[in-house]
């Protein structure tokens, strides 16, 4: 719910960007460049929210989620209590979706550099073309209009792929303990 606020106070202020650029654009307006650099400050702001995920430690705890439920279902050959049910079905459940995902988390990681830097350097050469040459005002708006779709929708993916991560994250740090007091029970 909350990332849908987001995205649509973000789409929202896109849209807003596009149509004020729309309705102002010529190559000596100052404002143009203003918008472009405003779309340039929201990449950039992906660019540090992608930078705060932590891949390895998504990847760490996916391992260790593995490796403990192996453990149990290697040792343990009783019949659990409801509560131990729901944990390690609550905990099972934080990798279930990575491992539908091909590549996991080296994908999103390779996949983000990558489209944050084109988006960067696309930005870039249109503010480029903007200011330094002739381009036709309808070239401009169609191409300013599809960054600035590319660099809301790279930003709304990232907002989602931060909360997911850090829902993991919490959840791990909640039920881990659990397990290994379950699994230590199982080693006496």
Known sequence: MVNRKINSALTFTIILLVSTLITSCHNADPKVTT???SVM???DSTHAIAARIDFEKEEENAKKIKSDLEFIQNNFKDTLTKDMGFVLSDYRGIVAE???EQ?????????????LEYSRMQILNLKHDFEKTDI?????KKYFESESTAVSKLHAFVLTKQAEFLKKEQQFNSLQPKVQAF???LKK
């Open 103 to 115: 590549g996991g988390h080296e994908n999103y990681e390779k996949m983000l550099k990558k489209e």
């Open 136 to 140: 036709p005002a309808e070239d401009f």
């Open 183 to 185: 699994i230590d029970s």
């Open 41 to 43: 400050a929201v990449l």
């Open 35 to 37: 918008r472009i650099d």
């Open 98 to 100: 990575e491992e539908e």
